[in-house]
């Protein structure tokens, strides 16, 4: 079994990374953020977790072990595959997609698309007490507040009504109050809008 991988990334597919090892280049698929930091023509490492499947073999990897530690525990849900795990790891940032776990949030995880209300539910149900606290913690080691800046709730609120979905503006507005977390409502807004295009 593959897992772990260094090599230098060849190139990138919409959800996958092609990954160059002695001469070999392995397919590896990957959530967003693992994607992100997967540039051509750079050595990476990646830790992987192998499917095999009586058709298929496919390679998962994760740029850091606490995202590889939670697709793990992600699909050791009924109804939850590799392909759901990932979105969910793509479309919520670790420390929120954990919080919402933790915090019993069903309505944040239906969010995510192809989770539905009952497997909301189910992760929550079957998932409270195996994700470990700490990754809902933030850089500092602390426990991410809520709401770290009183415009943020408004500029959310703002760019729903403009027809973004819930999980992308969170995401997006999160980033931005960690980068600059005295930003006005106006500022989050604006900037919200040129990074959900």
Known sequence: MI????????????????????????????????????????????????????????????????????????????????????????????????GAILDGDSKLLSSVSGVGKRTAERLVLELQGKIPEQLRAGSTGKKAPVQRNPHERDAMDALVALGYREVQVRAVVTELVSENPEATADQLIRKGLSRLK
């Open 3 to 98: 897992a772990y991988l260094e090599g230098t990334v060849k190139f990138n597919r919409e959800n996958s990374v092609v990954v160059l090892c002695a001469g070999v280049g392995y397919e590896v698929f990957v959530a967003r953020p693992t994607l992100d930091k997967c540039k051509p023509g750079d050595t990476i490492e990646l830790f992987i977790r192998m499917v095999v499947r009586e058709d298929s073999m496919t390679l998962y990897g994760f740029h850091h072990v606490d995202f590889q530690q939670v697709f793990d525990i992600l699909t050791g849900v009924s109804g939850v595959g590799p392909k759901l795990a990932l979105a969910m790891l793509s479309q919520l940032p670790l420390p929120i997609l954990a």
